[in-house]
Nanobody, 125 residues
Framework: QVQLVESGGGLVQAGGSLRLSCAAS????????MGWFRQAPGKEREFVAA????????YDLESVKGRCDISRSNAKNTVYLEMNSLKPEDTAVYYC??????????????????WGQGTLVTVSL
C-alpha cells in the first residue's frame, strides 16, 4: 500500500520561496507519476503540477507557471514542489498524490488515487 507524507509547508512572506517534499513508502515509486494539488479555504482543489515516472513535467495551473518546479528523486522515493515569488493567493493546503498506473506517460488530475494528508502553506503580505 502506497503512503504519502508531505512536509515543508509553513508561513512565508510574499515574494519568498518554499520547497515542499513528499515522501512515498510502499509500492514502486519509480514507476508512478506523481502530482501536487492545492486547496485554498472555501475553494475547490486545484491540480498544480505532475511529473511522470521518467521525469516529464506538466504544469496545469496557469497562475503558478513560471513560478514553480516539480521534481523527483527516485533514489529517495520523494517528489518535490519548489515555489518562488509566492503570493498571498498561493495560500492553501498542498497535497501530494500518486498515479499508480505504472509507467504512465499521459497524466491528468483524474488519474491520481493515492493522497497525502497535506501540508499548509500560508503566504503573508
Amino acid at each position: 500500500q502506497v503512503q504519502l507524507v508531505e512536509s515543508g509547508g509553513g508561513l512565508v512572506q510574499a515574494g519568498g520561496s518554499l520547497r515542499l517534499s513528499c515522501a512515498a513508502s510502499g509500492g514502486i515509486f519509480s514507476r508512478y507519476a506523481m502530482g501536487w494539488f492545492r486547496q485554498a479555504p472555501g475553494k475547490e482543489r486545484e491540480f498544480v503540477a505532475a511529473i511522470t515516472y521518467n521525469g516529464r513535467k506538466t504544469y496545469d495551473l496557469e497562475s503558478v507557471k513560471g513560478r514553480c518546479d516539480i521534481s523527483r528523486s527516485n533514489a529517495k522515493n520523494t517528489v518535490y514542489l519548489e515555489m518562488n515569488s509566492l503570493k498571498p493567493e498561493d495560500t492553501a493546503v498542498y497535497y501530494c498524490a500518486a498515479d499508480l498506473r505504472e509507467f504512465a506517460v499521459v497524466v491528468g488530475a483524474a488519474h491520481f488515487g493515492v493522497w497525502g494528508q497535506g501540508t499548509l502553506v500560508t503566504v503573508s503580505l
